[in-house]
C-alpha cells in the first residue's frame, strides 16, 4: 500500500469519531458558505437597486421602516423639490410594495410613472408600457413564464382586476420575477396617494452625479437619504455587518467544536495504534513521516468536511433562498475562504496528535498491547 492510499485510509478505521467530527468542520462551514452567499447576494441586490436602469443615483426616506428598502416612505412631493434641484434632469418617484398578486399570497409590486420605466432597467419584450392610472399592468418575463401569464391576460393584484399589457425583460434578476403598474394605481391599492418608496435620479449631461447628490444633502440632508453607495444606507451596513459578524461567531463555535474533536479523534488513533506506530518507527520510518502521515490524516478528515460543508451550504442556499426573498451569491472567495479554513484546522487539530506519536520511543510502543 502507497505512502497516500496508508494516509487516506487510515482516518476511517475510527468511523464513529471520524463522522462526529466531519459532521462538526462541516456544520462550520455550511455557515460560511451560506451565509457568505446570502451577505454577497444582499449587498449585490442593493448595489442593483441603488444603480438601476439608467438611474444614477436614488433619494430615501432618512429613518429606518417598513418600506421595500428598510426605509420608511417619503411624502410624494419631495419629487418636485429634487426635480427642481440643478444639475437634475428627471426625477420620477416609485412606489415598491408587496402585495397579493395572481395566485400569490405576496409578491413585489412597483408602481411608476410610465415615463420613468427608462429609469428602471427595463425594456418591453412583448407588448407595450402601461398607461397613467389606468388598471394595467406589465410583468417580468420570469413571473410570466413561471405563472402562464401572457400580453391581454387579466391579473388580480390585491383583489383588483388588471389588464396584462407587456412583458418586459431586465438585467436586474430581482425585477425580473416583479411586477409594474403606475404609480397612482399603487397609492389607490395601498389607499395612500400621498407616499412613495425612492426616487430615481438622473442627472443631466456631463454633470458629475456625486456633486449633484451632495448637493441634494446639503440642502435636504435632515429630511432624505442620497443613496450612492449602499454602504450609505446605514441600516443596511448595520444589517450586513451583524450578519457577517454572526457569520464569524457561529462559524468559529461550530469549527472550534469540530477542531476539538479531530484533535480528540487523531489522539485516540494515535492511542490504538502505538503498537503499529512503534513497528513503523522500527522499521525506520523517520519522525518526519509520521508528523506527515499524522497531519495529513487529520487534512482528510477536514477537507471531506469542506466538500461536504460547502455542497450542503451552497444547495440549501440555492433552494431556499428564492423561496425567501433573497438571491444568493456565490463567489470563488467564499469557497477559498471555507477550505483555507478546514485546511488550518486540519493542520492545527493534527499537529498536537503528530508530536505525542513522534515522541514515542520505539521499544515501549513495540511492548504495548
Known sequence: MSFLKFILKNPFRRRTSAILSIVGIAIGIIVIVALGGITDGLVNTFEDTIHAGGADFQISGKETGDSAYGTNTIDANWTDKIANVSGVEEAYPIYVVLTSVGDDYMNTLIGIDPNGTTLADISMKEGRIFE???????????????????????????????????????????????????????????????????????????????????????????????????????????????????????????????????????????FERTREIGVLKAVGWSNRKILTMIVGESLVITIVSAVIGSLIGFLACTLLGPQMGIEPLFTPKIFIQAFSIAIVVGIIGGIYPAIKAMKLPPTEALRYE
Open 132 to 270: 397613467s392610472n389606468a388598471s394595467e399592468a406589465i410583468l417580468g418575463e420570469i413571473y410570466a413564464d413561471d405563472n402562464n401569464y401572457s400580453v391581454g391576460d387579466s391579473i388580480d393584484i390585491d383583489g383588483e382586476e388588471f389588464e396584462v399589457v407587456g412583458i418586459y425583460e431586465t438585467g436586474d434578476q430581482n425585477m425580473a420575477g416583479g411586477v409594474f403598474t403606475s404609480i397612482s394605481k399603487v397609492g389607490d391599492l395601498m389607499d395612500d396617494d400621498d407616499s412613495i418608496s425612492n426616487i430615481y435620479v438622473k442627472v443631466e449631461k456631463g454633470v458629475d452625479a456625486q456633486e449633484v447628490a451632495d448637493r441634494i444633502d446639503e440642502k435636504y440632508g435632515d429630511n432624505i437619504t442620497t443613496i450612492t453607495s449602499v454602504m450609505e444606507m446605514e441600516q443596511m451596513a448595520d444589517m450586513l455587518n451583524m450578519l457577517q459578524a454572526s457569520t464569524w461567531a457561529i462559524s468559529l463555535l461550530a469549527i472550534i467544536v469540530g477542531g476539538l474533536g479531530i484533535i480528540n479523534t487523531m489522539l485516540m488513533s494515535v
